[in-house]
């Protein structure tokens, strides 16, 4: 009954902590998608002639910065600001006054003002570049909160953490507590130290694989039940991202417990029959 108690106090905790793993990495996925939403627009100039913008789309397109690449021609531009203002301002202007461009969405290790300033002085070294337009402000912005709330998130994680190991520490060395006669026992009758710990260890690992199990089979239904609500949480919640929360959840299950149990046993080992009671 004691361990059974154990297991359940174990497993709780593991799916509290795997809760939280979850967040974090669903807050890494988020951030990386707000960032690759950042739009740095290339304007190409009007002498640019179209084989010349298709070979530059290429090369564009292999740099490791872009993450998607979208152009827009004078004519689609023009169309575009027709439906949204409702007039055509070319019949006044007697021309197009829009110019070619590019759109890039920008990978997310390379969506912060420093990168952004470099990419941008390469970009404007080419001939048929006439400007390239970013909004530093918003992606200072953006960064800064991104960074705050996962420092907020990894605050959280490693409390989380230490507060895991205590309950857990305390619910096995509880456990290992009511068998400490039977380890008095096993010393007077001339067993070692490690022929001791053995059934401990094997009953901890048990109870570590099981609870960890328990827990990963709670939050995969979890995640199932919330892409089933909602669909398009799939962009953010990939099977890699749940297959890391579940090994982390199993292997810290594992560790827990048989670290606790191979100190809390060792503890009892050393300690001098009066000190028992």
Known sequence: MQWFTTGVST???????????????????LSDSVRENLTVTVLLQDGADEAAVRQFQASLGEKPYV???NYISKEQALEEQVKAMGSDPSEFLGANPFMASFELRMNASYANSDSLALISASLKRNPYVEDVIYQKDLVDTVNENLRRVGYVLLGLAVLLALVSFALINNTVRLSVYSGRFVIRTMKLVGASWGVIRRPFMARSFNLGLLSGLVADAVLFGAAHALLQ??????????????MVVGVAVLAFG????????????????????GDLY
């Open 11 to 29: 497993t709780l905790v593991l799916i509290l902590l795997g809760i939280v793993s979850f967040f974090v990495l669903f807050a890494h996925r």
């Open 67 to 69: 993450y998607a690449l």
């Open 254 to 273: 594992l560790l827990l417990t048989l670290g606790c149990t191979y100190f809390s046993v060792g503890k009892y080992l050393r300690m001098r029959a």
């Open 229 to 242: 609500y909602d669909p398009s949480m799939v962009r953010y919640i990939h099977v890699d991202m749940l």
